[in-house]
């Protein structure tokens, strides 16, 4: 090795990277165009979120799959960039060694996506991405190696072998070599535009040829008041592209309506088995309903409020006939998460509901399409299953769901919150404008008082906006009149319609959801 010149090194090193590249952007091509066939980059994503390492999940679960994930995609491609890069530099000696390392990441992605649970096509179309990915690298490769170990005016057509003693000088031919660059990059770039172009899904197209019908049961208007008038306090209804979401898989799973069916089973009379055209057809119930995260951290953001269309749970489950032992539904999506979810829960007349609509418009993809549950006054993973299509009436003792077998209680009803929105931390206000504001909920039970305090001080009664529902959040304000200058810190609690209030203990969302009272550090001038 010692023998290459470090340049040439890095120009291998260049050469194995745009070779898995190439690899890499005609497999995502590939599987862009082929439905429910995810890319191999996104499978080795999904892999390596499965096999990962406790401490590492650890992490990840604490995230609850929030940010993580352009982090995870960008490891992984810069560990199979340094792998290919060694390949390539490993290439200028031993050509089959290197063709060996490319074939093995290949077959590392193969791997992945063979076991991808996201994957709904035939097997065989689900591998084929990462086979071309394999053949396409494998001879990206080759060919760039082969144009660097050949000097002007020599054509060896015996490449494979190692020449003894052979450098690859200046003299090497920069002309194939360039040419050979290019046609590789041409490969990649054109793979990267098809991927763009092939991107959209059949999930998205069928979204858009669906009328949401007028419900049976609007929710009416919002009423006038709901929110609280100070600035920077999160809208009252949250839209979708800027509601909160947490998904375990990469990919958003792609299911055009036409081909989803909602199969309720189990410990039920009469087993049911719905279309997505059979569910427009129920008596449809509009809802405003603040769904919120178990992974919240107090103060944190992972909570919405949207107004959802969809049919009320217990209208099915009644027609099913549930039996008399069941107390639990496991629900599952059509990559395989899973969730329980009290039978009671959704039978005791809240507006739990199989969800079609999401502020109007048919769920977005990312939250759910083409339906998904809603069942107010549960947090998100025991209850608001999205790309749901079964339905199993069990047992608690009988089964665990996805978070239950990470240590999340089975069972997680919504701790009464509250948080400041404003002031954010550390701002600075002018003395005559001390404005507070934020939201509270304790979804089912109902927001009764906010109060706030000023570093140690007394309670002090904050001003509530207008009540939507019990199932929505409330905004809450607050004005400082004889603000004082210097550095404090604002606190909040919240106390239900059941007469409880927030505890200030503070205990993380693991098991089953964070409490303790939120405060915020902030200036007055
Ligand atoms: N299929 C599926 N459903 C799911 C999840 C998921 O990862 N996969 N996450 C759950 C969790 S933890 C929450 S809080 C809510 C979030 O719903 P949203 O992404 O629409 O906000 O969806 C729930 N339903
Ligand atoms: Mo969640």
Redesign the pocket.
Known sequence: MSRFRASTRIVAAGAGILAAATGVAVSSAVSGALTGVPSPLISVGNRTIDMAPPALKDFAIEQ??TADKPILIGSVAVVIALVAAAAGVIGLRHPRVALGITGLLGLAALAAAATDRTATAHPLLVVLPSILATLVSMAGLAWLLATLGRRSGRSSDNWLAPHPGDDVPSGFDRRRFLAAVMATGAAAAAGGVITRLVGGSAAAASRADIQVPIPASPAGPVPRGVEAGVRGVTPYLTANTD???????LQV?DVPADTWTLRIHGLVDNELELTFEDLLKERLIERRIT?????NEVGGE?A?NATWIGVPLKDLLDRAGVQQDADALRSV?V?D?T?GTPVEAVMDGRDAMVAIAMNGAPLPL???FPA?MVVPGL???VS?????TEIEVTRFSDFTA??TERDWAPEAPIKTASRIDVPRAFQSLPADAVRAGGVAWAQTTGIAQVEVRVDEGDWELAQLATEDTLDTWRQWSWQWADATPGSHTLTVRATDKAGATQTSERVPPRPDGATGWHNVQFTVE
């Open positions: 609850f799959g509601f909160y979401r947490i998904d375990t898989n799973p769904l919120t995260c178990v992974s992972l919405g999506s990559d998460f969730i990312e939250h759910g998904r947090y998100g993973y608001a299953t999205k790309w749901m996805y978070w």
